[in-house]
């Protein structure tokens, strides 16, 4: 049972590179999301797709940050021009088609370091 | 805008002995529900609750719903030291609506 993959684990950068993040989700699961989480925090919504078009997009995710998932399947993150600021971690979840009970699932997270 | 709030924040238990973490939501809600978190790891689902007087229990845990009250209660039985963990509830606006909104987070250690 494969669940939700993330690549890199961990990511340190120089403020002013740009960093690109991958996610897996669950086999057959057509909904996407990213959130954000700082330390002591709990995660913060970014953005959520089904299938391969972009839902909704949370007003922190900035010019700077882009998210694609080209074919429905996996999907990146890019956050170009890194700020120390987004010195956090990087979750992806997926859920299942159906109806109101469906759970999101959590992958393990990138963590990003910004320098 | 939904806004979470747990508390306590910080929950230092004794083993054997019965607690509960809160969780109140600003707005109307379909759906809630409980995480568990591990230091550095990603979060484990433990709870859907999805109807006013909803109750479910797993082990040691048991969490209920009010959504009357916009209230969420996560109750721990004898505590035993695997429960260590930071434990969130999260909250869907509506059927429709699926983005999560999360409270800060109950850190939750058990000792002897």
């Known amino acids: 049972d494969t669940g939700v993959s993330q690549d890199p684990r961990h990511k340190i950068t120089k403020r002013g590179q740009n960093v690109t993040f991958r996610c897996d989700p669950i086999s057959e699961h057509n909904r996407l999301y990213w959130y954000r989480q700082t330390l002591g925090q709990g995660p913060e919504f970014l953005t959520y797709f089904q299938n391969e078009a972009q839902l909704e997009k949370s007003r922190l995710l900035s010019d700077r940050f882009s998210a694609e998932r080209p074919k429905g399947s996996f999907s990146t993150l890019e956050i170009q021009r890194t700020e120390q600021g987004d010195s956090a971690m990087y979750l992806c979840a997926s859920s299942p088609p159906g109806g109101s009970q469906e759970t999101q699932y959590f992958g393990p997270g990138t963590r990003l370091l910004v320098l | 805008e939904l806004k979470v709030e747990q508390n306590p924040l910080f929950l230092s238990m004794q083993e054997g002995k019965n607690y509960t973490i809160y969780c109140n939501y600003s707005t109307t809600s379909d759906r809630l529900y409980w995480y568990r978190q591990d230091p550095g790891k990603s979060l484990e689902s433990l709870f859907v609750l999805l109807s006013n007087g909803a109750v479910k229990q797993e082990g040691r845990l048991m969490a209920s719903l009010d959504t009357k009250a916009r209230l969420s209660t996560l109750h721990i039985t004898a505590a035993v030291h695997d429960l260590s963990a930071t434990y969130f509830c999260?909250?869907?606006?509506?059927?429709?609506?699926?983005?999560?909104?999360f409270g800060a987070g109950t850190t939750v250690t058990v000792r002897a």
């Open positions: 999260a909250v869907a606006p509506s059927l429709n609506d699926y983005k999560l909104s």
